[in-house]
């Protein structure tokens, strides 16, 4: 296992954005597959209210 | 972290992320001053906020994408231009810095050209309100733009037909060398004012260069990733980033720029200039009352500008979502019209 700590800084900050980077992508896509599966009727509901 | 701080941020990040997908800016803008009322140090609240800029603009590039809303070669060619005049800034700063003029010359200039670009875009887009026929066609992204959309200087700034020509989406024809200049001066002033300049460049893209906004804005976007990918690698490196504020800001944020990118498809584009126009007026008046009451020691007025800045941004993302709302359900109207 390696240990965060003992990467040197570059490595680190690496890491971390890439971090960011995978939440962003998984949150694109999570919120993608939910706008495709109630996207059409929260529109429709929002025309008929 | 506690329960209400971790919703607080979700919160304050789908707000924030409303904005960026419907203007491409927004970010570390709001963040950064929020972070540092709320008691972290400097270099995490920039940091942290360069991160979080950085997540959500990845977020809402690739909703942009999806609705063909990102030049990536008009993106490319203004990375390049925006970088050089970064640097330039930069110098100019420390130049003035050896003067001792840098902090009370970079405030005036940054509520001027705030205040400025906030006071002409609103006044263009109530002048030409009229006009607008609603909405955006992104079914057509690479369609020709009407030459009575693009705005005057974008219109004389084409006339320059200087080789090599590169045609953008929209069919828009620029010189390379007027896009790389404009790039240059907008990455002039950022790099002087030491802001991203999502401000600077979304206006600038649709007002100098003649692209439509929504392209404007995802271009926008993308010029971004970069630049706040960068930035936050940089204060990563000086342990500046902070996952526990990042990550909960950007799960709201990416809900809200999916509402942000969807609404620029819904709402009316002159709606849009105004909304942004008026944000930047709120932003304008926010920083000159912070730097009023920094030049005379009132530390509250930091609070006030806190809450100028939040609160028009809440009215503007509310402002939005409502108008959003308004145009869904009247063309709910005319349609169950047309097929009466």
């Known amino acids: 296992m390696i240990d965060p700590a003992s990467l040197p800084p570059a490595a680190q900050a690496a890491a971390l954005i890439g971090v960011v980077l995978l939440e962003a992508m998984v949150l694109y896509v999570g919120y993608g597959a939910a706008e495709q599966a109630i996207g059409d009727k929260l529109i429709e509901r929002i025309k008929n209210t | ?340």
């Open chain 2, 1 to 340: 972290m506690s329960l209400a701080l971790l919703a607080l941020f979700v919160g304050f990040g789908l707000l924030i992320g409303v904005l960026f997908g419907f203007f491409g800016m927004g970010g570390s803008f709001l963040v950064t001053p929020a972070l540092l009322v709320m008691g972290y140090p400097s270099r995490v609240a920039v940091g942290s906020g360069l991160a979080f800029v950085f997540g959500t603009s990845v977020i809402a590039t690739l909703k942009h994408r999806d609705l063909g809303q990102v030049d990536y070669k008009l993106g490319v060619l203004m990375i390049a231009g925006t970088t050089a005049g970064i640097e330039v800034g930069k110098e100019i700063v420390l130049h003035l810095e050896e003067l001792g003029m840098a902090g009370s010359i970079i405030s005036v200039t940054y509520v001027v050209l705030l205040g400025g670009i906030g006071v002409f875009v609103t006044y263009e887009a109530l002048k030409g309100g009229d006009d607008d026929d609603g909405g955006v066609d992104h079914d057509a992204a690479d369609a020709e733009i009407d030459g009575d959309d693009i705005p005057d200087i974008a219109r004389t700034i084409q006339s320059y037909r200087v080789p090599p020509m590169m045609t953008l989406r929209g069919g828009v024809q620029v010189s390379l060398w007027m896009i790389l200049g404009v790039a240059f001066a907008t990455g002039l002033l950022s790099g002087f004012l030491g802001v991203g300049g999502g401000f600077i460049r979304m206006p600038a893209l649709f007002y100098l260069i003649g692209v439509p906004v929504p392209v404007a804005v995802g271009t926008d976007l993308f010029e971004i990733v970069f630049s706040g990918g960068l930035g936050s690698f940089l204060y990563a490196m000086d342990g500046g980033v902070d996952l526990s504020i990042v990550l909960p800001l950007l799960a709201g944020s990416a809900l809200g720029a999916r509402v942000g990118s969807a609404a620029t498809s819904i709402v009316d584009e002159g709606e849009i200039k105004v909304y942004f126009g008026l944000m930047l007026l709120g932003g304008a008046v926010a920083v000159a009352v912070r730097e009023i009451g920094n030049v005379y020691d009132i530390g509250v007025f930091d609070t006030v500008s806190l809450v100028l800045i939040l609160g028009s941004a809440l009215l503007v993302s509310g402002a939005v979502v409502y108008s959003s709302i308004t145009a869904l359900r009247s063309e709910a109207g005319s349609s169950s019209t047309i097929a009466d």
